[in-house]
């Protein structure tokens, strides 16, 4: 079977940590959608490490790893992300797999994406500027290379046609400033040096594994409230991130699905340009930008930060499918003596509890419940028992309100800052 672990927010959760912590029950962890957008963070034994592209279980000894069909790959990129886990002790070539049919990211996909957020001017995304939407596109458009066509006759000539077509397209958008000669160089350089890593029919080798018996865990990227479809559209990214995409990004057929995670924050964030009716514009959108660290693991930016979102919670949950909750950062909150959860959203239309369609374009004040915040320190917490009383309260709340347990409660980063209930 195959469990997929998802994030039901506008990514960040803590899908990294949560799929490291999972990976010993499993025996292949898998990314089926996104690309190096995505910043996941592990920390153990007092390191912390971040991944962009590799799946979360490649820190575990003997467990396969593998990169979807749905994932867009970036050689230059990740490369350097292999260089970084083998330094620090794994044997990468020995537990990953990348599916010969996971698109390229080109450098022309790069700059395009730079000349297009720039020519959106005010009405930018705020991508990661990693190339994913270009790359999407041209997957979509037929038009995009493959991993697996690297060892296929004729493909420098198929690269240089398609960066010639970008080319030009970045040229009139207006960016002119960049050496392409440079950056194909250190692409080839890049696609030479992952030749030694192996690549595989994965939705076949998947199969296989499924029929073996052996437990699967599929990591999603980015957020639901990001979903090319079911996000805040056009502020999305450019794969379905709900649970529905493990199956297109994997090959995996939906009988053989079995648990969903969802996993969100104890409040919100959101990294880049769009809609998020909860946000907090003072100070304490401010204390909890600072507390909880909410600087992007991929960009640095800072993140935008605001209350828990139910409404938006309750469409992931449905979307998904999620049959089991998990929190990250309750931590943060401890000395907040109130905290806030919307339950609503409300308009000139009136009061609702759904995602209104063109929410991009609403004026949207959330309606607030409030619950009495947990004082003290629960970052050595390693049991529900042992939590403040008033979390408790709240955790059961969430449960009520979604009708779902919430299993799992994160007190830190670190591995072992993990409560199972
Ligand atoms: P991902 O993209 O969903 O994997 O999440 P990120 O790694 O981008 O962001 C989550 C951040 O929160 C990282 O810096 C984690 O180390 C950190 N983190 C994860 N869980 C917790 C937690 O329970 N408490 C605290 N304080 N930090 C956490
Ligand atoms: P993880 O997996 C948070 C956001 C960007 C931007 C929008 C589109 O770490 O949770 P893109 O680069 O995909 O064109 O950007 O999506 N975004 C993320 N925000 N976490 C992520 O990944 C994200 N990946 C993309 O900030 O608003
Ligand atoms: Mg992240």
């Known amino acids: 079977m195959v469990d997929v672990l998802l994030g039901l927010q506008w990514g960040d959760e803590g899908k990294g940590k949560i799929a490291d912590f999972l990976t010993p029950q499993y025996d292949v962890v898998c ?13 153990f034994h007092g390191q912390k490490h971040v991944l962009n592209t590799i799946p979360s279980g490649i820190f575990h000894p003997g467990i396969q790893n593998l ?58 995304i705020g991508s990661t500027l990693r190339g994913i939407g270009p790359a999407y596109k041209d997957k979509t458009g037929r038009t995009g290379l493959r991993i697996g066509d690297v060892t296929l006759p004729g493909f420098e000539q198929r690269y240089h046609a398609v ?20 950056m194909n160089a250190e692409f080839f350089a890049a696609v030479d040096g992952l030749r030694r890593f192996t690549q595989v029919d994965s939705e076949y080798w998947l199969h296989e594994q499924i029929l073996a018996g052996r437990k699967i865990l599929a990591e999603g990227a980015q957020g639901s409230m990001l979903d090319v479809d079911f996000g805040t559209y056009p502020y999305v990214t450019s794969s ?22 969802g996993i ?10 769009g809609p998020f009716p909860t946000e907090l514009l003072d100070d304490t959108g401010e204390w909890l930008r600072k507390h909880g660290n909410e600087y992007g693991a991929t960009t640095g930016r800072p993140r935008r930060c605001g209350w828990i979102d139910l409404v938006a919670l309750k469409y992931a949950i449905m979307l998904s499918g999620v049959n089991e909750l ?69 955790v059961q709340f969430l449960e009520q309100f979604f009708r779902i347990k919430l299993r799992i409660i994160s007190v830190g980063p670190s591995r072992e800052q993990t409560i199972i209930q």
Not at 32 to 42: I, K, R, T, V
Not at 165 to 182: C, M, P, R, S, V
Not at 264 to 270: G, I, L, N, V
Request: with cysteine; charged share 20%; hydrophobic share 40%.
């Open 31 to 43: 990314r089926f959608q996104g690309g190096p957008n995505a910043g996941h963070s592990l920390e």
């Open 326 to 394: 998990i929190m990250m950062k309750s931590d943060v909150l401890s000395s907040m003596s109130e905290i806030k959860a919307g339950i609503g959203y409300e308009d000139v239309d009136g009061t609702t509890d759904q995602i209104p369609f063109g929410i991009a374009q609403k004026d949207i004040k959330p309606v607030y419940q409030t619950f009495e915040g947990w004082q003290e320190d629960i970052t050595t917490a390693r049991n529900v028992e042992t939590l403040p009383a008033t979390l408790q309260t709240y």
């Open 264 to 273: 969100f924050k104890a409040y919100c964030t959101r990294v880049g340009e």
């Open 240 to 261: 379905n991130t709900i649970s529905g995409g493990a199956c297109i990004g994997l090959g995996i057929a939906p009988r053989y699905i079995g648990k969903v995670s």
């Open 67 to 124: 990169i979807g069909n749905g994932v867009v790959i970036d050689p230059v990129k990740l490369l350097a992300e292999i260089s970084r886990v083998e330094a620090a002790g794994v044997d990468v070539a020995a537990s990953l797999l990348i599916s010969k049919k996971a698109h390229l990211i080109l450098p022309t996909h790069r700059l395009l994406d730079q000349a297009l957020e720039n020519a959106k001017g005010a009405t930018r």
């Open 163 to 182: 960066a010639a077509f970008h080319k030009q397209n970045i040229e009139y958008l207006g960016l002119t400033d960049f050496d392409l000669d440079a």
